[in-house]
């Protein structure tokens, strides 16, 4: 019989803030607070800052992530095409996404979270995301991705002591993400071991 397939799992780094209870599935929304795009204030009130849930982890991408090979882009959809640019996912190792402008890809939409996801490559080719806690939600063919946050053998610890590790969701080609909630921006990933100039 076939051997089941397994993902690799992700160790948080020690020198990372972990709250609260890190077996916390980090698609909980009880834990979550909501997050509003930056909008200019007045000068008389004061700017709010967008909350981070307590238990929302800060990741590092895993020491095996390594840039895609041949052709791979998100390839934005729908009204994302509008407001969106296509990912060339060939230029880096692992994609910050988030609402924050140092995001490596810049979310514009409310439902979006700062630090909404990461994105990377596996060295045999298959492509990974993991949601960073975020409020509203990391959807791959309109399934919530359970990025699961659970002690584990040779993880790291926090300053309180804490082990965590987090498995990361496989993305398969042709596959729909969409990082928030209804209407959130939605890319399609493209994915081909041939770089497509070599095609065509």
């Known amino acids: 019989p076939r051997a089941q397939y397994q993902s690799p799992t992700i160790s948080l780094q020690p020198r990372l803030r972990l709250g ?15 997050n509003t795009l930056d ?6 009130a004061p700017k709010q800052q967008d909350p981070v849930p307590a238990s929302q982890p800060s990741m590092e991408p895993p020491p095996w992530a390594v840039r895609a ?5 998100l390839e934005p959809v729908c009204d994302t095409a509008k ?18 402008p140092a995001s490596d890809v810049q979310l514009l939409h ?12 596996h060295p045999n080719g298959s492509c990974y995301v993991v949601d960073c806690g975020s ?23 926090d300053s309180s002591g804490n082990k965590s590790v987090v498995v990361p969701h496989r993305v398969r080609r042709g596959a729909l993400i969409r ?11 493209k994915s081909f071991s041939v ?6």
Not at 39 to 44: F, L, Q, V
Not at 110 to 121: E, G, K
Not at 195 to 200: A, L, R
């Open 20 to 34: 609260g209870n890190p077996r916390l599935n980090a698609g909980n929304d009880s834990r979550c607070a909501t």
């Open 110 to 121: 409310a439902t979006s979270s700062r630090r909404h996801a990461m994105l990377f490559h």
């Open 179 to 189: 990082f928030g909630g209804p209407g959130a921006p939605s890319f399609v990933l």
């Open 39 to 44: 909008r200019p204030e007045s000068s008389t």
């Open 69 to 73: 090979k041949g052709h791979a882009k």
């Open 135 to 157: 409020a509203h939600g990391t959807y791959v063919n309109g399934v919530r991705v359970q990025s699961t946050f659970s002690s584990g053998h040779n993880s790291s610890c």
């Open 83 to 100: 407001t969106h640019q296509a990912v060339d996912l060939t230029t880096k190792s692992h994609f910050r996404i988030g609402r924050s």
């Open 195 to 200: 770089d497509m100039k070599d095609i065509v």
